[in-house]
């Protein structure tokens, strides 16, 4: 079975998604640990499913909260997935699972991403400029922040009287199918990583 870590920060709407995807059979994955990095309803999720979730803060752990999470993660997993994961990861665990950790980022990268956005300040930010389409991006993590090669994405468009909590609504729709198709895609044995590039097998 394909072993698969969530981290998060929030509500867990994604994880919850990936939870019923496995337990369906949508999905052929074990989620073997969720981690937030500070305490969110995700993790009272986790604990429903049955699945080990463990709160490694930032706060406790300032300056080395990679090393803790991977520590948490041990180094034998397929995947690790950042579903709504706030945190910066560096350090040895990008080493360790080099190609393997994907995030998921409310936005169509390289646009309306880096540092800062997170939220509905990207959605706002979208709407400020005046784009006309939006979306959501599943990408491999990288040193960079929101920088890693891109596995796939899902266009939503922008309507004139939307407002960021509208416009991140219609989002979360697309996030939950873009995230259980990346997901299923590694699991599947499909993805191939070449420098920038994503190839799908």
Do not use: W
């Amino acid at each position: 079975m394909f072993r698969v870590a969530v981290l998060v920060s929030g509500n867990g709407t994604n994880l919850q998604h990936l939870i019923d995807a496995s337990g369906e059979g949508r999905l052929p994955i074990r989620i073997e640990k969720v981690i937030a990095d500070r305490p969110a309803y995700a993790l009272e999720r986790a604990q429903k499913a049955g699945i080990p979730a463990v709160l490694v803060s930032r706060s406790t752990h300032r300056g080395r909260l990679s090393d803790a999470i991977l520590e948490e993660l041990g180094e034998d997993l397929d995947l690790v997935v950042l579903a709504g994961f706030l945190s910066i990861l560096k350090g040895r665990i990008l080493e360790v699972y080099r190609n393997r950790i994907i995030n998921l980022h409310p936005a169509l990268v390289p646009a309306f991403c880096g540092p800062g956005m997170y939220g509905l300040k990207v959605h706002k930010a979208v709407i400020d400029y005046g784009v006309k389409v939006s979306g959501c991006t599943v990408h491999i993590v990288d040193e960079g922040t929101d920088t890693g090669p891109i596995v796939l994405q899902r266009v939503v468009p922008v309507y004139p009287d939307d407002t960021p909590e509208t416009l991140q609504e219609r989002i979360h729709q697309e996030e939950y199918k873009a995230l259980e198709e990346a997901v299923r895609l590694f699991a599947e044995g499909r993805i191939k990583v070449e420098g920038r590039k994503v190839y799908l097998l």
